[in-house]
């Protein structure tokens, strides 16, 4: 019986996501429109690489293979949804609030014990969950130390009151 190989590196991180789209300038106008990221570079009507910050790009938009096309019918396989980490709990709330000016639905919200999350989907129906961690030191363990996750309500209204905080400073 031979070893088991050695995990991963645990530096190792998830750098980008690709995503196919129907219509280039309608997810534009969610991801960067909504949302908040920036448009680092533009392949004329065909991609678009966006990005937090200075980063070159945190998602990629592309029709190369799906211009005009549909979503995948329910029942077949690919992404379940791509996450998106905010920095802080304020950050989330922010993204909370632009998703009710522009009257984004959502399909659920949860705490999970070590992070708070929102559930939607964009413009080409590809899930997307927007979250935000909380310190490690504050995630539920068991006795044996095992992570304890959740998955209990969301309080938006309070997550809400978190980003009217953040405006009036």
């Known amino acids: 019986m031979s070893a088991p190989p050695p995990p991963i590196a645990p530096g190792v991180r998830i750098g980008h996501v690709h995503l196919k789209v129907a219509d280039l300038q309608r997810a534009l106008d969610f991801y960067c429109g909504v949302l908040g990221f920036e448009l680092k570079q533009k392949y004329g009507e065909q991609a678009a690489f966006i990005a937090a910050g200075s980063y070159h790009h945190h998602i990629g938009l592309n029709t190369w293979e799906s211009l005009g096309g549909r979503p995948p019918p329910r029942g077949s396989t690919g992404l379940f949804h791509t996450a ?33 999350a929102l559930y939607l989907h964009d413009p080409d129906h590809n899930g997307v969950e927007l979250y935000w961690d909380r310190p490690e030191k504050e995630w539920p363990r068991a006795r044996d130390g095992s992570l304890a996750m959740i998955t209990a309500p969301l309080n938006l209204e309070d997550l809400l009151a978190q980003s009217h905080r953040l405006a009036d400073r």
């Not at 709330?93 to 949860?110: E, F, H, Q, T």
């Open 84 to 116: 998106i980490l905010y920095p802080t709990r304020a950050d989330l709330a922010d993204a909370l609030r632009r998703l009710v000016a522009a009257k984004i639905p959502l399909d659920g919200a949860s705490d999970h014990g070590v992070s708070q």
